[in-house]
Each structure stands twice: as structure tokens, then as C-alpha cells.
């Protein structure tokens, strides 16, 4: 498998036949953004995920990817951006709602990171960090039967949640 990314990866531009004409389709930039996230190229990956982009602009791996990238690069907007288009393009896309929750809180705005959580719950009901995180954030938009009860549900799942979470949740509790 390593060999077949390191042909994607020498492969340039009109260096193999054809032409002239470069033959990667969609996905073949999609993984080769992966293949350069993974080791460390954020720079190439960006490119290549446009490339991919460019002849498929709904392909959300190539979406999803690039908005992953420039949330590590704390690109927010851009990150904000690329995740609602990669949900726009594949709805039940995991993990996409989540990663924007994330960078809401990061933007402090609670009401957005718990609609996002809300979003990623319909994709993934049985999530236990997502409800976690989504007790947090009701928590503190002071919807406190809203945190007990994903509280609750994060713990029935296994989900760790922080004991100075849980007791600052205890005076909300109906007995």
C-alpha cells in the first residue's frame, strides 16, 4: 500500500504521458492528502485536496480532510467552511458536527457548539464523547436538565466524565 502512495506522490504534472495531461482522478488527490497529512506535508495536503476538489467539489473525504487540516492549523473559518460543505455533501458524514462543536467552543460560542453536538447526534446516537461534551455545553447555557440527562447518558456508555463535572451537576438532580 506504501508504494502505491509513493507513486501518487512522484507522479508530476504531466510527467507521465499523455500529453502532458495530469490523470489523477478525485480520490487519487484525496489520498495522496491524506497520505501528506499524515506525514507531516499540511502544505502539499492542502493542495492536494484542492486538486481533488477541483474535479469534484461535493467529495467530502477531500472536504472533510482539508477542513481537519486548517482546524489544526487553527484556520477556523476555513476549517468551519470546508466541514459544512463535507455535511452538505454527505449528511450522515461522522465526526464532521463534531469537529465544528469544537471549534465553536474555541470561538466561545456555547449555543453554536451545542447545536453542532445536537447535529453530530443524529448521525452517531450512541456517541458517549458527544454527549459528554454536549452535557458541558448545556451546562453552561444553563440548561441544567439538558446536562444531567446527557451526563447520564454519557456515563451509560461508558464515557469518562469528570467528577467535579458530575458534582457540579448534583444540585440539578431530581431526587
Known amino acids: 500500500m506504501f508504494d502505491r502512495f509513493k507513486n501518487l506522490l512522484g507522479r508530476q504534472s504531466g510527467s507521465h504521458g499523455g500529453g502532458g495531461k ?8 484525496a489520498a495522496e492528502g491524506r497520505f501528506l ?13 484542492q486538486n481533488a476538489l477541483a474535479l469534484d467539489s461535493r467529495l467530502s473525504d477531500a472536504l472533510a480532510g482539508l477542513a481537519d487540516l486548517y482546524n489544526r492549523m487553527g484556520r477556523y473559518d ?16 461522522q465526526d464532521a458536527h463534531y469537529q465544528m462543536g469544537h471549534i465553536f467552543l474555541k470561538r466561545k460560542d456555547v449555543r453554536g457548539a451545542a447545536q453542532a453536538f445536537e447535529n ?4 452517531t446516537p450512541r456517541s458517549g464523547r458527544v454527549h459528554n461534551d454536549l452535557a458541558v455545553a448545556y451546562f453552561h447555557l444553563k ?4 446536562a444531567v440527562q446527557h451526563a447520564d447518558v454519557a456515563l451509560a456508555q ?11 451537576l448534583k444540585p440539578y438532580r431530581k431526587p
Open 78 to 93: 476555513e476549517a468551519l467552511e470546508a466541514f459544512t460543505r463535507a455535511v452538505e455533501a454527505e449528511p450522515t458524514l
Open 158 to 168: 461508558g464515557e469518562y466524565v469528570q467528577e467535579k463535572f458530575l458534582e457540579a
Open 37 to 49: 497529512s499524515r506525514n507531516g506535508e499540511p502544505v502539499r495536503a492542502i493542495e492536494a485536496y
Open 143 to 146: 440548561d441544567y436538565a439538558r
Open 22 to 29: 495530469e490523470t489523477r482522478t478525485a480520490h487519487e488527490w
Open 120 to 123: 453530530e447526534l443524529k448521525v
